[in-house]
């Protein structure tokens, strides 16, 4: 019985003993189970445990992933959260040994699908294999696949994509309106086909040349650009553009080229046509007679067309190259730059006209347009030179202007021939008929007359004749005699021999003289000659009853004679004019006043040669001032230390007066 006892109270030992290790071992798995929870729990991808294909554990963000408590996965068979349709990708015998790595769709709570990528791996544990799988959501990664996908389709470039053997493993549907091939045809077939012979050497050329740099460890890291030809399916040709890089896979092997092609056939032709455009201006402005240049901001030429080369004694546009108009004509080249300089700063063009000795030692007449240049927003960029040589045309406006002078000199010569007949012949046929006149009239009185108004036509044409000959000798060489006279005697000497005159046209006399006197040297007789000159014209020239004003000055260092009148003025256009030969400002006129148009230019030539001028303001209808101006030298304005010179010692001039 005891030992009944005692054998049962060793077994009982035996159990509580077996039981507390058991129940040792149950806690140990459950720290365990515990532990891989807590571990799967922070595991970002979804993990499920299987066993015989149910599920025996499973994650939070397995669960989150497909919208169910932990609790409802775990019992379930894996197959049930798979999206019915793709139930086919996943393998269906995993082999027992190998690992998986595939994708497909789940199916949430709510019925939505989204893609997975699921790994399964085989596990032991106490003698028990699990399968573990880990799940992946991989819709973002999809959605931006299928974007470059929708990209790559809807692009109106061709992409595509070449493997090592230089075959197209993709190209996008825009192909077919390309080359008129559908990518079905194309995928699979060599590049080969894809390029005209010449486009196809070019890219197995440069192909090559990266295979052996990418052999050599050295990797293309900026894409390929090329202009390529090739055939499309109804037999013609098509311009691209391909743009194309290398792609390394993820041990930067080199496994292929991925690229985009473009159709450039219109930006080609529009090329060739510019091309062709260029080629014509080009050849245009180098056939032009005219010298055409561009030059820089900085007036540097960056073009010169075959006339500009010649002129600056070139040959080939290389020898302009980094050169200015400095380095061609120094001397000039100030000048020019500051007009260069102010077409780019304005923008506005500048044409000038000069006399140049070019580098080619010609020397012409040169007419220079200068015009900016501008880029498309508006901004000078440079400038362009037209030089046209115009010295034919200058030579020719030279010639007309000879000619123009010469035939308003043959004018005035037979206007003066004219007027010298008429003036000289108005007095001898008075005279005539005087003389006839007087060989009849017994009476003392009436004969008294007619030899007075005998002698006073005898003393016109004396004057007419004096002025004319005085021309001639002023021409031949005019001798002066100059001594030292007071300004005023000259005036005082003219008024006294002509106040008569004055008197009988019933003018007024005012006389304005500088006080002290100005001395000066000058030919008496000859200054004589000039003033009376302008105060006969004073006389004659208004209508009696004005006022004749004479007036001498010191001005600076200028003596200064004014003989001003109240009478008809001149107009401005005859102003310069009068003092021409035989001009007259009414060359109609028959009869009255005046002479040949001869007293004012010889007055000028006595002035001028006194190193002087004659000066007019005149106001039509108002009146004219002519002023003699004569040079003063400091020790000139000085009195003489003798006293005032005698009307004796006048002088005596090389004139008859
Ligand atoms: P003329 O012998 O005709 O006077 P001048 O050479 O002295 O020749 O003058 C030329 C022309 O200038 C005159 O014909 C006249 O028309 C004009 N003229 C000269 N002096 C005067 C003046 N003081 N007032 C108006 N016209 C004048």
Redo the contacts with the bound molecule.
Sequence with gaps: MTDRVSEMARRIAELEAALAESRQEVESLRVELDWFRRLMSFHREGVAVHQDGVVVEANAALAEMLGLPVSELIGRSGLDFVSPAPQASMPAQPSPEEDVLFETLLRRADGTAFPVEISGQWMEWQGRRFRVATVRDISARKQIEERYRMLAENARDVIWMLDLEGRFTYVSPSVERLRGYTPEEVIGQSMDQALTPDSLKLVQERLGRIVQREAAGIRLDSEVRMELEQPCKDGSTVWTEVVGSVIHDDQGRFVGILGATRDITERREMREALARERNLLRTLIDHLPNSVYLKDLEGHFLLNNAESLRRLGLKTQEETLGKTTADFYPEQAAAWRAIEEQVTGSGKPVVTEERVLLRSGEECWVQSSYLPLFDSEGRVTGMLGINQDITVRKLAEQRNLELALERERADMLARFIGDASHDLKTPLTSMLVSLAILAREPEPELQRQHLASIKAQVSHLQRLLD?LLSLVRLDRSLELSPRRYDLNLVVRDVLNEWGGRLAAWGHTLALDLVEPDVWLNYDYQQMYRALA??V???I???PPGGTITLQTRREGAEALIR?R?T????APE?QDR??D?F????PA?TSG???????????RKIVEAHGGRISLE?VPGQ??T?TIHLPLNAEQAQPPSAQSVSPSDRGESDLDV
């Design positions: 002025d000159a302008l006969d014209n004073a004659v020239y208004t003989v009148d009478g008809a003025g001149i005859h009068v003092f030969r001009y007259r400002v009414d006129r006043p005046g002479g040949l148009g001869l007293g004012l230019p010889i007055a005149s009146g004219s002519f």
